[in-house]
């Protein structure tokens, strides 16, 4: 093809040299067979560049050398000319050759850079091992033009392919071979190697104190066996070794840390099982043993209050329970919603008679706006949060009687305040006290710490937000908002005004 292009580009050069040949002089008819030589120099070989440059002598000597249509020379200095010519466009040649393969390895290193590039930044991206695995094989495959599989040693002596693409890129038992011999040696193997070169792809090792194995890439370009790009293979095989080694140890870091995390939550649940679960059980032991006891004589009054000591104990023990088995499953992940509407008022209703008992004599003020009759809450989940945070006013407002709660609706969420007039939160200590096993301000109130704990795990598995602010007159106030879809046509509402007084005193 670059021959027939350098004919063509010197037979133009000819008929324009002729169209304007009585205003030019013998020099720059030279010079104007330079261009067909640059031309074809700048877009095919360095052989096809020097065949032009011969036609571009031969053309000048036959047309415009006396004596004419003879490539006999009158003038010695024209053989001069002519040599001269032919050694321009052979350097001319030579010089855009050697302009077009270094753009070409230009091209070739940004492609490959770029590549290698793509690769990492998708690896990071992920942190399990089958999918960085999945990444690297397809990115191999696409560079390479070819398929690509990736086999790691199983810990029992034989490899299992962790990932290949595409699906069907199988090796044979010799191949599997080499690729065992790869992990062992720690070295590349198959084309393009001085080991098996006579196999139809390569393996490189990806090998390092956390993996074992080797990476097999059937090529399918062969331009991407030259020498010149063989260190290619190798920056990618080590880019795949980092990017499998750097997931093995994100994953030793995450086994690590919930080591750390199970072991300060056994320490913990010892501490509680040695002091708050041990106490009420000390106190309903012995206020069992002293009514069993037929020798101690007990009146009606002292009787009675031995039999409430069991119950209000067993209730605090309920609770402690129930808090660590309501943690249990926010931890473990197993905390499913069943989302349904229901009157706030029931819930309301619910939650007060499940804290009966110790609401005797205190004042709950309760506002609910019209507009929240319905919520659309996991009831069960959501009633324990409403519970735990009702409790929590309780044991920290001992002496302050006063509690408010006000529900109102905005822009398709409704907000849940519950507030209380005892000591408040400590500052700094706002998101602090949502953590697992942390108190507020009094650390003799009994607990477990986990009562917000689970309020937050279950308000963010509604979508929700909780805060804790402290009021300006004293106490805190707990904010809840829960976003709320559209309320169905058929769900009756309720007029909360009509069935629910403003204050409930207790």
């Given amino acids: 093809m670059g021959y027939a292009i350098g004919l063509l580009a010197v037979c133009i ?6 169209w304007i040949g009585s205003v030019l002089t013998p020099p720059d008819l030279v010079m104007l067979y330079l261009l067909p030589i640059m031309a074809v120099a700048y877009r095919f070989e360095r052989q096809a560049a020097l065949v032009t440059a011969a036609m571009s002598v031969a053309a ?18 024209q053989i001069l000319t002519c040599t001269i010519l032919f050694l321009v466009g052979m350097v001319t040649s030579d010089l855009m050759t050697r302009i077009r393969h270094q753009q070409q390895e230009a091209r070739e290193r940004q492609s490959d ?3 290698l590039y793509n690769l990492s930044r998708e690896v990071l991206t992920s942190l399990d091992d089958e999918e960085v695995a999945q990444i690297i094989t397809r990115h191999a495959a696409t560079l390479f033009k070819g398929e690509a599989g990736i086999w790691l040693e199983d ?22 071979g080499m690729v065992r011999w790869c992990c062992d040696h720690g070295q590349s193997a198959g084309r393009g190697t001085d080991t098996f070169p006579d196999e139809s792809f390569t393996v490189l090792p990806l090998v390092t104190g956390r993996i074992h194995g080797a990476l097999a890439i059937r090529i399918g370009n062969r331009t991407l066996m030259k020498h010149e790009r063989s260190s290619l293979l190798s920056a990618f095989a080590r880019q795949a070794t980092l990017a499998m080694d750097r997931t093995r140890l994100g994953e030793e870091v995450r086994s690590a840390t919930i080591r750390v995390q199970s072991e300060e939550m056994r320490a913990t649940l010892l501490s509680m099982a040695s002091h708050d679960l041990r106490t009420p059980l000390a106190a309903i032991t012995g206020a069992s043993t002293a009514l069993r006891d037929e020798e101690t004589h007990l009146d009606a009054s002292q009787h009675k209050e031995l039999l409430e000591t069991i119950c209000t104990e067993a209730d605090r023990m309920e609770r402690l329970i129930t808090n660590l088995l309501d943690m249990a499953r926010l931890d473990s992940g ?25 609401l005797l004599g205190r004042k709950v003020i309760i506002h609910v706006d019209e507009t929240v009759a319905m919520i659309h809450v996991d009831p069960v989940l959501f009633q324990q949060v409403l519970v735990n945070l009702l409790d929590n006013a309780l044991k920290h407002a001992p ?7 006000n529900v109102h609706g905005s ?3 409704v907000i849940i305040r519950i507030g209380d007039r005892g000591p408040g939160i400590l500052p700094g200590m706002e998101e602090k006290i949502f953590e697992k096993f942390v108190r507020g301000a009094g650390s ?9 704990a689970i309020c937050r795990g279950v308000i963010q598995a509604h979508q929700g937000t909780i805060h804790a602010i402290n009021r300006a007159r004293g106490g805190v106030e707990f904010r809840i908002e829960l976003p709320q879809p559209p309320l169905p046509m058929d769900c009756f509402s309720f007029d909360l005004e009509a069935v629910m007084p403003e204050e409930s005193n207790l």
């Fill in 13 to 18: 050069t000819t008929g324009l040299a002729h």
């Fill in 113 to 115: 850079t770029e590549a």
């Fill in 155 to 176: 810990g029992h002596g034989g490899l299992h392919r962790l990932a290949v693409t595409p699906d069907y890129f199988q090796l044979s038992e010799q191949a599997m």
């Fill in 334 to 358: 197993l905390c499913h919603l069943n989302l349904e509407w229901i009157p706030f008022e029931e819930l309301i209703g619910s939650t007060l008679v499940r804290l009966e008992k110790r």
């Fill in 444 to 452: 003799g109130v009994p607990g477990s710490g986990l009562g917000l």
């Fill in 60 to 77: 000048y000597d036959y047309f415009f050398v006396y004596p004419y249509f003879t490539f006999s020379v009158a003038d010695p200095r």
């Fill in 399 to 405: 002496d302050n009687p006063e509690i408010t709660w």
């Fill in 411 to 413: 822009n398709e969420r």
